[in-house]
């Protein structure tokens, strides 16, 4: 039904341990997340978060978990994001529980959401240097030079 709806949409699917996984366009992600919750009763956004395929490009995936409570049939969304250019459109308003999801990924990864009402770290501190789960922050942190006194 989502082909037929957005037939541009859908880049590619695939089915994986019983559990649906559409691969859709980022330019077409807030269309389709509408549809969803609209027209196919995805009422419940579980999660998003996000994958880092370093050194592959694209880098990254933004992954969306969706849950229809009527039918208790999941779904997931995963967006291909270039890292030259890591954003897609936020969700927040097909969701509003999208907006902390969205504020971890951005801080833990880097990846901007266009159009979010507050995109700002969530889990670091402001002044943090990088994005911890991106595959090339060092381990260890980046090193800070302490003086003695």
Known sequence: ML??????????SGDRLG???????????????????????????????????????????????????????RL??????SAENPEIDSVTGVWRGANWYEREVFDMFGIGFRGHPNLKRILMPEDWDGNPLRKDYPIHGYKYSYQSE
């Not at 027209?39 to 050194?55: K, Y």
């Open 76 to 81: 997931r969304l995963k967006c291909r994001v």
């Open 19 to 73: 559990e649906q996984t559409l691969y859709i366009a980022p330019s077409r992600i807030v269309d389709v997340c509408r549809f969803l919750k609209d027209e196919r009763s995805f009422v419940r956004l579980s999660s998003v978060t996000a994958v880092d395929w370093f050194p592959a490009e694209p880098r990254f995936e933004v992954v969306y978990h969706l849950h229809s409570l009527e039918r208790n049939d």
């Open 3 to 12: 082909s037929e709806q957005l037939q541009d949409a859908i880049v590619e």
